[in-house]
């Protein structure tokens, strides 16, 4: 309670709830001056920069250009270099489908051989399934299925030689190849699951070889 409510509560005169609320919130403060954010929208116009220049953050992000849009990166400079990407993931089974997969009993017919195949197209359609990434000369796609005791991994290496690299492809081709395996395998086991999709080691580039850690 301010001094001068207290006043008017000493001198007798009621003081309203709404007036302590009031002041408590600050619905006396002064109105915001001319050119001041003054309401919830044009807070959010002001932290996006609509209608105004986007802010630092956004300049530095390359797939945004200087009016904060989505941009495919213009790589037209860089050098052409040969490189590498190898991406691996797994698909968990039960027991039962890891047998049929051996046994050559999977009710639909080769899984392997289909994963296999969807792999490879994945790789190729990359820059259709991922709207950002550069179409590119894909030169190389290698895609290796190995049945282990709780399921398939799966390692694709994709090859190029171009001005970007194809990590994108490598993982596109990972995830593709798992989707059609289950697919092929549902019937089998209807709880299969993807896992562990990342990417390996990559060359080529300004980077040269990284591997993961």
């Given at each position: 309670m301010?001094?001068g409510q207290?006043?008017?509560q ?6 309203s ?9 600050g ?6 001056a ?11 116009d002001?932290?996006?920069g ?11 992000l390359?797939?945004i250009d200087s009016?904060g849009?989505?941009r495919m990166?213009?790589?037209?400079a ?6 590498t990407?190898t991406?691996?993931?797994r698909v968990?089974?039960s027991?039962?489908?890891?047998a049929a997969l ?7 017919g ?9 792999a490879?197209?994945?790789a190729?359609r990359?820059p259709d399934?991922?709207p950002?990434?550069?179409?590119i000369?894909?030169h190389g ?10 399921g398939?991994?799966?390692a694709?290496?994709?090859r190029?030689?171009d ?6 492809e490598?993982?596109t081709?990972?995830a593709?190849?798992?989707l059609a395996?289950?697919d092929?395998i549902k ?5 299969a699951?993807i896992?562990d ?8 580039g300004?980077?040269?070889h990284?591997?993961?850690?």
């Open positions: 301010s001094a207290a006043a008017d000493a001198a007798g005169e009621p003081v709830p709404g007036a302590v609320v009031d002041e408590a919130i619905s006396h403060a002064d109105p915001p001319p050119g001041d954010v003054s309401s919830p929208g044009a807070a959010v002001e932290a996006i609509s209608g105004e220049e986007p802010p630092a953050t956004a300049q530095a390359t797939h009016s849009q989505a990166v213009d790589v037209s860089k050098d052409v270099t040969a490189r990407a991406a691996t993931g968990l089974l027991p039962a489908a890891v051996r046994e050559g009993t999977v009710p639909k080769d899984a392997l051989a289909v994963a296999r195949i969807a490879i197209q994945g190729k990359t399934l991922v950002l990434c550069h179409p000369g894909l796609v290698t895609v290796d299925l190995t049945v282990a005791d709780d398939v991994d799966i694709v290496t994709t190029t030689a001005r970007t690299g194809v990590e994108m490598s993982l081709a990972v593709v190849g798992a395996l289950i092929m019937a089998v086991d209807p709880a699951a896992t999709v990342k990417v390996l080691e990559k060359t080529g300004r980077t040269g990284w591997s993961r850690p």
